[in-house]
Structure formats: C-alpha cells, structure tokens
DNA sequence: TGTATAAGCTAAATCGATTTAGTATGTTTG
DNA sequence: CAAACATACTAAATCGATTTAGCTTATACA
C-alpha cells in the first residue's frame, strides 16, 4: 500500500548513473564537482518529475542538523506564550527552521526531560523559559556549544544568551504612575517565586513605594497555589485584611484573571474605585469595565531579539568576544482608566 | 569541543562484543535472542553507567518511525486551539510522542507545505484543521496509510476521522434560549467562510429563527477582512444599519473581540440591553460587565476523543471495518447575564 | 554415535542521505 | 612528448541504529 518515496538511489539507478552524482547536482554542487550541464539538467528535469524530497532524517543523521528548534515555555496555552509562538513559528519558517513547542510547567524534571530528549532527536537550537533548578542542564548544552536561548528568565551568574523584559524598570514606573494619580496604599499581589522576572518585578515596586514613602503591602501567593482557587481565596483574605488598599498590581496575567474575579464578585463596588494594574494586556482589557491599565511586554520585538540571537549562533557566525548578550527590552505601560484615568473617561459621556 | 554522544558502537567496543548484541539487549529482546543473562546485565550496567541514550534519528531512518505528531492548526495563538495544544501534548507526551505544533493561517498553500515537510520528516500522524482547499492532500494522506484525524471542520465527502463540535446543534439552541428570553431581531455575525463549521453554525441559527418565525439578520465577513480593523467597521454598520436588532449572536472569538469593541466604543448603553451570544468562551467573560453567555467547546473532550481516534491508527490497530469514524461533540451554553439573565442577576445587588 | 535442537553470539545489509578520495579521460604547456 | 592540470564522474565510508541470516559450541534424544 504504502509505496515507497522516491530516494537519491532511484534517481541514480533510473538514470544509471552514480548516487554521488545525484547528490552533488541537488545540493548545488554541480559547477564545483565538474558535472556537465547536460547531465546535470537531466538530474535536475528528473528530480522534477517524480517529484525529489530529500529524506529529511537520513540527511540529519549524516549532518547532524534538524532544522527543529525548540521553544520550551512555562505553558504554552498562556497566551503570553502562545502568542510568541505564533511570531517566532513564522520567522523561523522563513529560515528552513521548524519549531517544536513544549511546556515544562516550571518544573525541573520536566524541563530535564525534554531538553534531554531534544538533544538527542538533535535538535539545533532551544529557546527556554527556564524552571528554577536547571542552571547546570543549561551549563551543559552551553558546554556542548548547542545554542541555547534564555527567555523571560534568567539566572544571574550564568554566561548564556537571554532576551528579558526590564521587570523592574516596568513595575516601577507603573507603579509610580499610580502613586501619581493618588492612590496611597498600593498592594502588590505576586507569587512566591525566586525567579528573576518575579523579584525584578517586586523590586521595581517596592523601589517606587519607598520613593515616595508609602507603606508596602505585598502578598505572596506559593507558586503551587496559583491555581485560580486557591489564588481567588488567597486575594480575598488579602483585601479584607488590608482595609486601607486604594489599588493593586497583579504580577502576571493568571493572578490577575483571580484578582478580577474577586472584585467582581465580592467587592463590586471596589473595581471602579480601586486602582489597578495588571502585568501582560489581553484583548478584552481595553473593552472591561473599567478598562483595565496594563503592562505590555511587545511580543514582535521579543521575538525578533530571540531570533537575532539565535540565527547567528545556528549558523555558526558568532565571534566568540561577543558571545553571550543579555538583551533588556522595554515594557509598554498601556494607561487605562482602572489606573486613575476613569474619572476623566467618564466625565467624556 | 563537542564530545560525541555515546552510542551503541562505542558500548560495544569497550565491553568487547558486538553491536547486534547491544542492541539485542538494550531492546529487551535478550532472552529471545540467547543473550546469556551475565552478559545482558553487563551491557545494561554499562549502558546505564554512560548514560547511554538512543538516537533518535538514527532509529527513525532505520524503523521509518519518528515518534512525531504534526498537529496543525489555523493559528496557534488563538486560544481555542492553545488550550487544545496543550491538552494534546500532555496526552502525546505520555505515550512516547512529541507534538509539532504549526499554523496554516486556514491558507492551502501553507498547509500543503507543512503537510509536504512533516511527511518527508516521517511525523506518524496528523491532527489536522484543515484549510478549504487541501481534500486532495487529505486523501493522498489517507492513501498512504499515514494516520489523519481532522479536527473543527471537515469534508463531507471525504472518508476521514475527525473530531468536530456539533455547531449546528449548538447554535441552534443558542438561538433558541435568546428567542426563549424575548429577543426578537438577532443578529448573527459570521465570516463568508463555507467551510463546514461555519455553514453548520448559521444552519443552526436559520432553523431556531425559522421555527419561531423571526426575521433572519445575517452579517458576513468576508473572511479576508477579518483583521479587527475591517471586522469593526462592518459590524458598525451592520448594528446601524438594523435599527431592529436586540441581539447579536457572535459566530467566532475574533468575531466577538471586534463586536465588543464597536458596542464598547460607540453603543455603550446598547451593551446591557442587547443579547449577545458568543462563540467559545473566555476567561474573562464571565467577569465581563455584562458576563457573556457562550458556547463552549470542551476543550478535554475534543482533545481526548482526538487521541482516542489517533493512537490506535499509529500503533496500526485498527480493524478495516471500523476505520472511519466521525465523533461529534457537544458544546455547552454557558448561560450568563448577556442573554436575558442579567435581570435576574442585577436584582440580586 | 550420530543428528537434531538449543544456546550464545556476530557479520553484514539496510534506512537515505553526504562527502572523501579516488579513476579515467581530455587539454595545456614548457 | 611528458608533466601538469582540468573535466566528468564514481566507489565506498559514514552517520547510529535494527534485523536477517548464520556460525559455533553445547545439550538432548534415539
């Protein structure tokens, strides 16, 4: 049933020539291998004809090249991530690269597993959202000279390739234009988490809160209780407990999705008179109500700086001087009215 | 640099014995093949003690197996098929595959492309959301025994697995539970798509309209047009051009992103009398002021009932006389204040 | 004792490409 | 005219696994 693809041998022996000789013509390689024009048009018609793909694994197997990249998030249906994906899937199209996606969760047996396993289905390149314990698994494809770059994360005394938002420049002026706008007791609602992009974010807060020497209120949520439950009960009892807030900044998009929630549906007096600002926007923010002020990480220039760093290491065309760069792209603050500017919004009807 | 990974050649070198040997054992074949059981823990000891891991390219080339699922969507950043995604590669992961994920934008000549790539990559199967055009690819696919599932939409004359909702069921009683609330002129805002699930949608609004013998109002986009710019200002002058309409039922997620900006931004007062209905549901709807009544697909049962289809065609269990099968799914309305039950709810405050 | 059968192991072909190191001509050139 | 070089093409090794066919030696059975 199942009839067997047309290989660089069949070529060869319905031409009666050579297989090497088939190889040379398809990979461009005739002028330089002294293939005649005649011989090499009719390879070249032939190949044509019945159609040629070159068997992509063989040809990895003897190069050792894919073409595969990985791109390893923390979960790949967070539309932060998903969104990403879709950019990087197509300018890595355009540079004969295809794209494997995974979610490790964050956890650091999944994440070991699947780099592990990518390595040996020779995968070219990886960009990773880093778990928090995998520094020596990085180390080692770094030690490998296999390509890797860091995404979101990082960790700060590893020499590797990353492309991060500047959390902390982010948090702090979103933070500040809410202390301009009146609000005095700003909470701030994050996870646990010692990554960097969530200390960075908490930095940039409480840099802002002691500038203007306003009290801090911080809750942590455990990182393996961010499910939108537990979260949702975790923020409740921080507002009742907290009586005096006048604002909150939710850290990232799912504890914000909680944070809504709970407004909504215990306090739905507060959310029009509450500040709030979000980490990550979303379609809808712009139509809630109030709409909601939120920071924008750009995903095209993420991508972008993700693909610049990775192409030249692919392909091999790095100085070794300027090896490792650590790219800062800036957030977006996207002003709304839940950060003050309702009043005058509403003053516009 | 580079150390070279261990392989079976270099095991059996240094224990002195022969590669068919190694691989005898290292496949669990070592009794049938009288490898003595001194020798067979020889190899496993020493296999585990080097960290001996297959390669993976090299076991393709040889078994024409790649362990790899293509799983092709119409764009992965949309969160219906986000969520899919993820569901899938938990599910694939588990069973010893790894998913390639890949958007066709529902665009022919990109699906061909990727569908053309991923058969010379050996992928062992294909969950397809296929573009209008490709039945022919579809068909050569089933012709060459590789395993196809279709997903969202299908051919109606074409012999092939998939796993689609029941949209025309689905919008029907949609329809019918506006109608049931008193909404008398409902608007449904499609594309001009005539591809399966979109066709089965709009049936399933004509025969709820029909049986209560209301006027039909249809707006289709083209689905060119569908960027958020061209779809707001076709909804614009469909809402102005149907003074009657008290309901607009939303045939897709984009769809319902331009409808809720258009009534945000230039009928705020509309957006708590009309009825909206939407297609998918969204974290944020259910939080939305008014919450949002949606149809909702079950994204673990599309996902499982995909698999269910999916794995045995790769492990070739599949008795010829059962080989097709379409699953249809049901969808869940998700009741919420924008269609009707917003009186009740507001009482409640 | 002779022969079948089992036990224990291996050589070599194979998958489909790439690439090195040729061979066999033809053409220049000093 | 012989050495040097260019042209046109190819045999065979290689990547790392799997698998068929077979080769010894040991044991069983009649």
């Given at each position: 049933m199942k009839k067997k693809a047309v290989s660089i041998k069949t070529i060869a022996a319905n031409l009666n020539i050579s297989v090497t000789t088939v190889s040379f013509v398809l990979n461009g390689k005739a002028k330089e291998k002294h293939i005649s024009k005649l011989l090499t048009q009719k390879v070249l018609d032939y190949a044509k004809e019945v159609n040629y793909r070159p068997n992509q694994i063989a040809q990895s197997l003897r190069t050792g090249k894919s073409n595969l990249l990985v791109f390893m998030v923390e979960d790949i249906s967070n539309s932060f991530f998903s969104k990403l994906a879709r950019i990087i899937e197509d300018i890595a199209y355009e540079e004969g690269y295809k794209v494997i996606f995974c979610s490790n969760e964050n956890d650091d047996e999944k994440s070991n597993d699947l780099i592990s396993l990518f390595k040996f289905r020779q995968a070219d390149g990886f960009i990773i959202v880093p778990s928090p314990g995998i520094k020596s698994t990085i180390q080692?494809?770094?030690?490998?000279?296999?390509?890797?770059?860091?995404?979101?994360?990082?960790?700060?005394?590893?020499?590797?390739?990353?492309?991060v938002i500047d959390n902390n420049e982010a948090t702090f002026k979103a933070t500040?234009?809410?202390?301009?706008?009146?609000?005095?007791?700003?909470?701030?609602?994050?996870?646990?988490?010692?990554?960097?992009?969530?200390?960075?974010?908490?930095?940039?807060?409480?840099?802002?809160?002691?500038?203007?020497?306003?009290?801090r209120h911080v809750l942590k949520i455990p990182y393996n209780e961010t499910s939108n439950g537990k979260s949702k009960s975790a923020i409740k009892s921080f507002i009742d407990e907290h009586k005096k807030l006048d604002a909150v900044f939710f850290a990232t998009n799912y504890l914000t999705r909680s944070g809504l929630e709970v407004l909504k549906e215990d306090a739905p007096h507060l959310i029009h008179e509450f500040g709030i600002i979000t980490f990550d926007d979303n379609e809808l923010f712009k139509i809630y109500n109030p709409t909601i002020t939120a920071v924008s990480q750009p995903l095209t220039e993420i991508s972008t700086e993700l693909m610049k760093l990775l192409l030249p290491l692919l392909k091999h065309e790095v100085v070794k001087e300027e090896r490792v760069k650590n790219v800062?792209?800036?957030a977006e603050l996207i002003i709304r009215e839940s950060s003050g500017a309702k009043k005058l919004v509403k003053s516009q009807f």
């Open positions: 080692e494809l770094i030690d490998e000279n296999i390509p890797v770059v860091l995404l979101d994360r990082y960790f700060p005394d590893l020499d590797c390739n990353s492309v500040s234009h809410l202390i301009q706008n009146g609000f005095k007791n700003i909470g701030f609602i994050t996870t646990d988490s010692d990554q960097t992009q969530m200390q960075d974010r908490l930095l940039g807060y409480e840099k802002a809160i002691e500038e203007s020497s306003l009290n800062l792209v800036q």
